[in-house]
Structure formats: C-alpha cells, structure tokens
C-alpha cells in the first residue's frame, strides 16, 4: 500500500484514510463508492456492506462469502477475485466506478433499493421469526 501511494501521491486526495470509528454517516456521505476487500471465502455476512448499500454508494467486494451473496454483480456493485489475482479487477472496477457517475449512480440506487427492500429490522426480525418457526416445527 506504501509503495503504491508513493507512486501515485495525488492518490491521498482521492482516499480518506480513516481510524476504526462507529460515527460512519458522515464517512458514507463522503463517498462514491465502498470497497470491502474480504479475503476469507468463510466471510459472514457483512453488516458495513448492507450499511454503504443503505447509503446508496455501489460495493466492490469479492466474490467470496458474504459479499458475494448480499452484492449483486452489476446491479449493487461489482465482484472481484479473491488473493492477487483479484488486485488487477479491484483496480479497474474502482476506476470504472469512479469515472462513471451514471453506473455509479444506479448500482448505488439499486443497492438502496435492496436494503429497503430486504435488510430493514423488520424484514430481519421476520425472516428470524420464520427460522424460529421451521426450527420448532421440525422438532
């Protein structure tokens, strides 16, 4: 990350380095895209994803756990591969984003969407209320 930031030193104008924080909104406000690069494929679902999803911005993740099933490829963000291999269309899919506000815009859109529509409390507390009931019933 050193290495790259020295060679693109215009690089910390486009990039907020932040400390670990629970005050995020303004964060959020603040930016144009969110980039959650989990490496794990056994990631869990990921709070600050549904988070950046529900403040309209587009997600770049990768395609592995958790990322994978809650980022819709085109449609709420994009998928990279996980490991180096995955740093070249991390790259590009950044770059993509950035420079193109229209697709931006709309994958940020439909990711706001999708929470409303599926990650609300009360979408949460229904479908744990429909565990719990398929738990009991198979007892």
Excluded at 44 to 57: D, K, N, P, S, Y
Excluded at 58 to 64: H, K, M, R
Excluded at 105 to 131: D, I, P, W
Aim: proline share 2%; glycine share 8%.
């Amino acid at each position: 990350m050193i290495s790259l930031l020295s060679q693109h030193s215009n690089l910390s104008k486009s990039v907020s380095w932040t400390p670990a924080t629970t005050h995020v909104a303004s964060l959020y406000s603040a930016a144009d895209v969110y980039v959650i690069n989990s490496q794990g494929s056994g990631e869990t679902f990921g709070r600050v994803t549904i988070e950046a999803m529900a403040f309209g911005l587009p997600v770049l993740g990768t395609d592995a756990g958790g990322t994978k099933e809650i980022v819709e490829h085109n449609v709420t963000g994009l998928h990279h591969p996980i490991g180096r291999k995955g740093n070249h269309f991390l790259a590009k899919n950044i770059r993509f984003l950035l420079e193109n506000r229209f697709a931006r815009e709309k994958m940020g859109m439909n990711g706001r969407k999708k929470v409303q529509r599926m990650y609300l409390k009360q979408h949460m507390y229904s479908k744990f209320v429909e565990v719990l009931v398929r738990c009991m019933r198979s007892k």
